[in-house]
């Protein structure tokens, strides 16, 4: 089983919807929760991070459940520049930084 | 000014052949690492150096051996080449290797291997 998995898409959504993504991962010890946007032949950056009480950004919130390893992005009102790849990560407990990707999830905004 | 740069931005080599990637960042990063992005997405950790220091070495062959001149920068040198090796080679940094620190990348090496 794969540390972190994710739906791979490719979701094809009109613009001004809404959608979401999960993600579940395997270790329950892990310690930290990020999501990542990769567009196109670029490099990952930073979307938010992810706490227990989930975290609002923007059009964007995201949520964690630990109980059942389950991390989640919502995108309200999408904008064609939200067309990208989604990345699920999560850093386990022990010894230095390790960032665990998940496979991503592509997204595609549709005029 | 960019925070993260790899040099070169593509690379093509052929098989057996030695090369090295080059990263620098201009963050005041005490962290930095370099990662693998193969054609199926994945992006998994190689290395991770702080200040200088090796601290992640993620089962890599022994042909990838990265060198840290100082907190600012981090090389990749790879030996003998082979057709796998073909990735998307990621450096990022950090200011420090704790879990919840972001990590800023650089804009990737595409290496291909004939």
């Known amino acids: 089983r794969k540390e972190v998995e994710q739906d791979p898409g490719p979701f094809n959504v009109p613009e001004g919807a809404t959608v979401a993504f999960n993600c579940t991962y395997s270790n329950s010890a892990s310690q930290s929760f990020f999501w990542y946007r990769q567009d196109c032949r670029k490099e990952p950056k930073l979307l938010m991070s992810v706490y227990s009480s989930g975290n609002e950004d923007g059009r964007f919130t995201a949520q964690l459940n630990r109980a059942s390893q389950y991390i989640s992005l919502l995108i309200r009102d999408s904008k064609l520049s939200d067309s990208a790849t989604y990345l699920c990560?999560?850093?386990?407990?022990?010894?230095?930084?390790?960032?665990?990707f998940g496979q991503g999830t592509r997204l595609t905004i549709n005029p | 000014d960019t925070a993260v740069s790899q040099t070169p931005k593509y690379l093509v080599t052929q098989m057996g052949n030695d090369k090295s990637i080059k990263c620098e960042q201009n963050?005041?990063?005490?962290?930095m690492y370099w990662y693998k992005q193969d054609s199926k997405k994945f992006l998994k950790i190689m290395f991770s150096?702080?200040?200088?220091?090796?601290?992640i070495n993620e089962t890599v062959p022994n042909r990838f051996s990265p060198k840290s001149p100082d907190k600012a920068h981090l090389n990749l040198h790879i030996n003998s080449l082979e057709l796998g090796d073909s990735a998307v080679y990621f450096c990022a940094s950090s200011y420090d290797p704790g879990a919840s620190d972001t990590q800023y990348f650089g804009p990737g090496t595409r290496l291909t291997v004939l």
């Open positions: 990560v999560v850093t386990p407990i022990q010894g230095a930084q390790k960032l665990v």
């Open positions: 963050l005041g990063h005490d962290t």
């Open positions: 150096y702080n200040n200088k220091e090796l601290i």
